[in-house]
Structure formats: structure tokens, C-alpha cells
């Protein structure tokens, strides 16, 4: 008997082209948190960034909601190996909140509600590569998926993606988050598979 295998037409089909190494398809949408969600009202939500000393800029909810927002369509790809491809969000573009920013410190920490961080290279959320999002499927953000809004950086593993983003502090030098401390990779990029530090 013959198996008919999805190589039959000889090429991978779309989807499987998007889908890196070691990764499977979810059409639902898993929670993945490391504690509780918080519950942030919009008249105490803030974004600020700092250089470890002073900070640069800050935007209140009404000043955020006033810069210029993108739509657009991302695939998510989880370090547990759930991929979920052409999700929509709506969101600023980290571009927009650095545009004026003057500095020669190349990572930033990211910070969310609650204790979590993750760092990444500030070349990593520049040029149409970072969002904070706050609308999900053109729905307000749903609090466990990070609402009111969350960083947006899907060509990395969603571990990087903090959820209640309320900041970044930029750093001179690298410096491990949250899960970046207990061993996943200092960087995570899903297509050379850096799960681990060790790898
Ligand atoms: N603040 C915060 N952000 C976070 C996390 C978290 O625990 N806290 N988990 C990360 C991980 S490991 C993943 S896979 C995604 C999950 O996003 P989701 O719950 O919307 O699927 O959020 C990331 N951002
Ligand atoms: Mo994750």
C-alpha cells in the first residue's frame, strides 16, 4: 500500500514552509503566564523608558493611544513548540516610540506588571520588527494575553513578547530576563531553534 505523504506534490505546503524547526501548528490561542495576571486599569498604565539612571520618555495611556498604530498580520512561535500563524493585532510600533531617542546603548530590558523581564538588542525592535499591541483580532487585548497592551516581537520566540510591557531600560551591556536567568536562550531566534543557552 502506498503511504500518500505530504511530499506528494513534491513541495511543502504554505503553512509548513512558516513553521520552524521542531514547531507544530495550534489554531487555538494558549495562555502561557509565570504568575498571576495582573489587572491593570488605564488610568495607572504608563510606558517609560529609562537608561538606568533617568527616564526618557514616558506616555500615559492617552498619550500612547494618540501615536500612529499599525495593523498587522504575525506568526507566533512558542519556545513549548505551539506555532500559531497569521494572528492580528493592532499596535504602535516600537520605531514610533524610539524614533527621537539619542543613545548608544545597544540591548534593553524590558519590564511588564509583576516581575517579569526579557532583554533584547535594541536592532531586534527597530524597523518594523516590534510592536506594543493592544488589539487582538480587532478586540481590545484580553488581560491573560497581556492587555491592556504588550510587546509584539514575533521573528524571536514569544518569551519575548512581555506581556503588561510597561517599560524598557536601556543597558550598555546584555544582561538575561526573567526566562533568560533560568536557561533559555539569551537571544531565541525559533528558526536556528535557540531554545537553550546551551545552544
Ligand atoms: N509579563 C509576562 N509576559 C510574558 C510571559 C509571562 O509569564 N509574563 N510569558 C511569555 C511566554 S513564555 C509566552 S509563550 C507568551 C505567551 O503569550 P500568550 O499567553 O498570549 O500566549 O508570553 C510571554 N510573555
Ligand atoms: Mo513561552
Not at 488610568?43 to 492617552?62: A, Q, S, Y
Not at 498587522?72 to 513549548?80: E, G, M, R, W, Y
Not at 506594543?132 to 516581537?153: C, M, Q, S
Not at 528558526?191 to 546551551?198: D, G, H, I, K, L
Request: glycine share 8%; aromatic share 12%; proline share 7%.
Amino acid at each position: 500500500m502506498a503511504i500518500i505523504s505530504r511530499g506528494f506534490s513534491g513541495r511543502r505546503s504554505a503553512s509548513e514552509a512558516k513553521l520552524p524547526p521542531g514547531q507544530y501548528l495550534t489554531t487555538d490561542f494558549p495562555v502561557l503566564s509565570a504568575g498571576p495576571t495582573p489587572r491593570i486599569s488605564l488610568d495607572r498604565w504608563e510606558f517609560t523608558i529609562d537608561d538606568g539612571r533617568n527616564v526618557l520618555k514616558r506616555w500615559d495611556w492617552k498619550s500612547f493611544r494618540e501615536l500612529p498604530t499599525e495593523t498587522i498580520t504575525v506568526d507566533l512561535h512558542c519556545v513549548t513548540r505551539w506555532s500559531k500563524l497569521n494572528t492580528s493585532w493592532e499596535g504602535v510600533s516600537l520605531d514610533i516610540l524610539i524614533a527621537d531617542l539619542k543613545t548608544d546603548l545597544p540591548y534593553a530590558m524590558f519590564r511588564s506588571s509583576g516581575d517579569y523581564t526579557t532583554n533584547l538588542p535594541l536592532k531586534d525592535v527597530m524597523n518594523k520588527q516590534a510592536w506594543i499591541a493592544f488589539k487582538y483580532n480587532g478586540a481590545d487585548l484580553e488581560p491573560e494575553h497581556g492587555g491592556p497592551a504588550r510587546l509584539l516581537v514575533p521573528h524571536l520566540y514569544l518569551w519575548k513578547s512581555a506581556k503588561w510591557v510597561k517599560g524598557m531600560t536601556l543597558m550598555r551591556n546584555n544582561k538575561p530576563g526573567f526566562w533568560e536567568n533560568l536557561g533559555y536562550h539569551i537571544y531565541g531566534d525559533p528558526w536556528q531553534e535557540q531554545r537553550y543557552s546551551t545552544e
